[in-house]
């Protein structure tokens, strides 16, 4: 029987933003694949279990003691299926699901901007988008949903968290989050807005003398690689001395944004993907170009970098040499294939898995950066929740992360260990009196507004990013 590819999916996960690596509606293989013919024991096992499956309809639909409409049986059947997998990357999605689903790589759309998976029973957030709503409210990589508006998302499907979240922009939505460090979860407002799906972000920084091109992609999707073309041909006309890309929070998108990307960076040395099959074979795929960029390059990854950017990161890595500088990225080593149902609803399933070009399986692992660099704490620090004001005396994680923001901003606490110490309290007046604000030395929620604004402004000025000032160093080196 032969078998046409609809679709290759190398998804990290599903979103209220976009979603791992989707190639929609076009093919990674142009070719029909030959998968032989079912035998007849095969076609007769499968008959059997299918007449159970039948007995089991007929018996709901025509004696449960409330009448269930059949849609829903066949539905539920579906997602059983899907469930038995224990694979949160294959998942079956409803019409309206699929279409949101597409909407979030190919347009504007309505929610938070924020990637999320399941992983292990939990969901996540992945990454948020640059600029999003759920940036600017303070969500991280990694921060664990426990609770959507009240309602708890324990066991629930993947989807239907996303659909909880994603919402007419303007309208809030109350996410309980549990972060690592942090003893009590964090309750955190978001306000939906509109998404652009604007992807990729350039500009040029001066170092040691010389311009280096710097691109951001913040996700693969229907125009990234088109836009990164432009931004990179308008950068190479600046005549740059060397190329900084950064992938850092970036989930993953469409599959063929990648390719595109990648067939103007690594030589045909080696492939930059190889895809393999459940029977071991592998196929390998190649880019035409037989000359590297004569400027050095390096690439940003962190913990947030999944799917997609991996694939880049790997490439880069493995054919070119160019050096990796930041944190091991997620470790989304499989791929997908999104198949019609015929009536709208789509499932997508895990059929290969994907391996660098040097042959490495990265699933669970990541991919090593060449110079691991982390940010500075102050990167870690999240909205000061108050119980009460904080104040003189106190000792908990708030006042801790008070003290992390403060000493951050060039002020002095004294201690960074949650006690409210009185050095503690003259840094809260000195900030209040810079802000001109009343200096009462206290933390209210006016004060608590100021010093997160205050430090976020901080982590978005280039000049404290430690990661990328590094790479930026390594290119400036460079002949």
């Known amino acids: 029987m032969n078998r046409k590819w609809l679709a290759i999916t190398l998804s990290c996960s599903i979103v209220t933003g976009a979603s791992g690596v989707y190639v929609g509606s076009s093919s990674l293989f142009d070719s029909d694949t030959e998968e032989g013919s079912q035998s007849h024991e095969e076609s007769f096992e499968l008959s059997e279990s299918l007449q159970k499956v039948q007995r089991a309809y007929d018996l709901i639909s025509s004696g449960y003691v409330e009448e269930v409409p059949k849609q829903e ?107 690592e460090g942090m003893n009590k979860p964090l309750e955190i407002p978001v306000e939906r807005a509109e998404i652009p799906n604007e992807t990729v972000f350039s500009k040029t920084f001066e170092k040691n003398g010389k311009t280096i091109g710097y691109i951001e992609i913040t996700s693969f999707s229907k125009n990234t690689a088109q836009d990164f073309h432009k931004q990179l041909e308008s950068l190479e006309e600046k005549e740059i001395e060397g190329l900084l890309l950064d992938v850092r929070g970036n989930p993953g998108g469409l599959l063929d944004s990648v390719q595109h990307i990648l067939r103007d960076l690594v030589t045909n040395n080696k492939p930059y993907v190889q895809i393999e099959e459940r029977t071991g074979k592998k196929l390998q795929y190649y880019t035409e170009l037989k000359k590297s960029k004569e400027y050095p390059i390096a690439l940003l990854i962190d913990k947030g970098s999944a799917s997609a950017s991996e694939i880049l990161a790997a490439a880069l ?131 608590a507004a100021a010093m997160e604004k205050a430090v976020l402004d901080k982590i978005k000025d280039p000049r404290y990013d430690l990661q990328l000032q590094t790479a930026l160093n390594i290119i400036a080196k460079k002949k």
């Open 73 to 179: 049986l066949v539905e539920g059947a579906i997602q059983g299926m899907i469930s038995a997998l224990d694979d949160p990357y294959s998942v079956y999605m409803d019409e309206e699901t699929t279409k949101q689903f597409s909407d979030t790589l190919e347009s504007e759309f309505e929610g938070i901007g924020a990637e999320i998976s399941k992983i292990e029973g939990k969901i996540y957030i992945i990454s948020p988008f640059k600029n999003s709503p759920a940036e600017s409210a303070g969500l991280k990589p990694n921060d664990e949903v426990l609770e959507v508006d009240g309602k708890s998302v324990s066991g629930m499907d993947l989807y239907d968290v996303t659909m909880m979240i994603r919402g007419e922009k303007g309208s809030v939505v109350n996410l309980l989050i549990k972060r």
């Open 317 to 447: 890595k493995e054919v070119e040499g160019y050096t990796l500088v930041g944190e091991k990225t997620f470790g989304k080593g499989t791929v997908q294939q999104a198949v019609s149902m015929g009536d709208g609803s789509n499932i997508k399933l895990t059929l290969y898995k994907w391996l660098t070009p040097n042959g490495n399986w990265i699933h669970g692992k990541g991919i090593e950066p060449n110079i691991e660099m982390k940010q500075p704490d102050f990167y870690r620090t999240h909205p000061i929740q108050l119980e009460e004001p904080l104040k003189k005396d106190m000792n908990d994680e708030h006042v801790k992360n008070a003290q992390i923001i403060l000493e951050s901003l060039g002020l002095q606490p004294g201690r960074v260990d949650g006690y409210f110490s009185h050095k503690t309290e003259i840094a809260v007046k000195a900030f209040q009196q810079m802000n001109g604000m009343p200096m009462s030395g206290v933390i209210d929620s006016s004060t």
